[in-house]
């Protein structure tokens, strides 16, 4: 049994936009937990560069349209100990997800858990108090660290894949929770964390003096946050089924874009540190990185879907993306 007295304060904390259905499903384990004290909703659609494809086949709305949020509401009801937080931004995955990681501070929970609205606890792996204790092994008041939790990635037939390489049928850690989330955040991509105290900068360039390539290898960075350590007693797994087909497509084409633009960002980083310009091009860029070189305007630009290229919106297309930014 889980005791008020010996636990910290623990959120959990989703990402979602136009999910009514997976929303019951992906947090009805976690709430009959009794581990959770608060859950931390933010509704938005993530920021990306839309390519003229996109933009012609249908963009979803910033924000929900659907029932989601009465959704939330009507099952945090059941749950009067379990707080609800509420809120809406729209803005790139990182920016999304550090909202999520902000207000967990501001809230003061000792410990956030990211979730999404497709990812289900295991039935066969589901043993909080395992969970917790196991945690609790580790946890360590006011310290900063990442750890991760064991997934299985099921068939793509299940769950479309939107550009994640990793293997189907297996299972995999990700990053999932951390601890003392004021003194963190999201460096430059969706899956790196660092503490507050360092830039994107100074973490490159340390890279830049060890290694080109020690950014790469987070494990072994000094200011990266890395999840060595995998919490079991909860599993999880995800699927798509519940999503309809204009949700699946756009999710696809979001991915490539969302996978390029990050590492556009990283690469235009990487040249301004290393003394690179538009004449003093880096001669071996690291493999699969945009060339591009310069840094542009985010909202005017995306990248082609067969080669990854940058490309700048021509006037009809930028007036386009900016109706739709608005």
């Not at 340390?206 to 599993?235: V, W």
Request: glycine share 6%; with cysteine.
């Amino acid at each position: 049994m889980i005791t008020e007295t010996e636990k910290p304060l623990i959120s959990l904390g989703l990402s979602y936009l136009n999910n009514e259905k997976e929303i019951p499903r992906s947090l009805d384990l976690w709430l009959k937990s009794g581990l959770i004290d608060i859950v931390i909703a933010i509704d938005g659609r993530y920021k990306v560069p839309l390519s003229p494809k996109m933009m012609s086949n249908g963009v979803p709305p910033k924000f929900s349209t659907d029932n989601s949020e009465l959704v939330l509401e009507g099952l945090l009801e059941r749950y009067p100990d379990i707080g609800l937080y509420k809120d809406k931004v729209y803005g790139t995955e990182v920016e999304k997800r550090q909202k999520i990681m902000d207000v967990s501070a501001e809230l003061r929970t000792d410990i956030l858990i990211v979730w999404d609205t497709d990812e289900i606890i295991r039935i066969d792996y589901n043993n909080p108090e395992l969970f917790f204790n196991n945690l609790m092994r580790f946890y360590k008041p006011d310290v900063p660290e990442v750890y991760g939790m064991y997934m299985w990635l099921p068939s793509k037939e299940l769950w479309a894949r939107q550009f994640n390489v990793n293997e189907q049928n297996i299972w995999y850690k990700y990053a999932r929770i951390h601890t003392n989330p004021g003194e963190q955040r999201y460096m430059m991509n969706h899956y790196t964390f660092t503490t507050k105290q360092y830039t994107d900068a100074q973490i490159m360039a340390i890279s830049k003096m060890q290694l080109n390539e020690y950014f790469y290898c987070p494990e072994i960075h000094p200011f990266i946050l890395y999840q060595m350590i995998g919490i079991d007693g909860i599993r999880f797994t995800t699927d798509r089924i519940l999503r309809n087909q204009n949700q699946l497509d756009f999710g696809h084409a979001y991915g490539y874009q969302h996978k390029c633009e990050e590492r556009y960002r990283m690469y235009v980083l990487d040249m301004k540190i290393g003394g690179y310009t538009e004449d003093n091009i880096n001669p071996n860029p690291v493999k699969d990185r945009p060339r591009n070189v310069l840094e542009r305007k985010f909202g005017t630009y995306y990248f082609d879907e067969e080669n990854g290229f940058l490309i700048p919106y021509n006037e009809a297309e930028l007036e386009l993306y900016n109706s739709l930014d608005k």
